[in-house]
């Protein structure tokens, strides 16, 4: 069950990330000021604002993780040496990733 929940909050970060996210905030917002408009005070305006934001943000971490991977693949396609297990490292989850870096990482 917690390995379910692990993915599909993992595909809710992704698909946050997707341009069409932009579109449900403003659908509605829209919906939300054409169906209710005098509950859309103050508050509602900045509730809106920042799940905009949350989404903006969002997508700005989700392109730089996305050429910081494409980069980090290049490389180790590049090296012979490279770990081969650290090329499918991006399809674990989080805790699992973090379980790897303890048990790889090297003391200085």
């Keep these: 069950m917690i390995s379910f929940i692990r993915r599909v909050l993992t595909w809710l970060g992704v698909l946050a990330a997707r341009p069409i ?3 449900v905030v403003l659908v509605y917002g829209v919906a939300w000021a054409l169906l209710s408009p005098e509950s859309l ?4 305006v900045v509730a809106l604002s920042t799940w905009m934001m949350t989404v903006i943000i ?3 971490e989700h392109r730089d993780t996305q050429a910081i991977h494409a980069k980090l693949d290049h490389l180790l396609e590049r090296i012979e040496k490279a770990d081969s297990n650290l090329s499918g490292l991006d399809k674990m989850q989080p805790e699992e990733i973090e379980k790897f870096r303890e048990n790889t990482h090297s003391p200085v």
């Design 58 to 60: 969002q997508r700005a």
């Design 41 to 44: 005070d103050w508050q509602g």
């Design 21 to 23: 996210a932009f579109l």
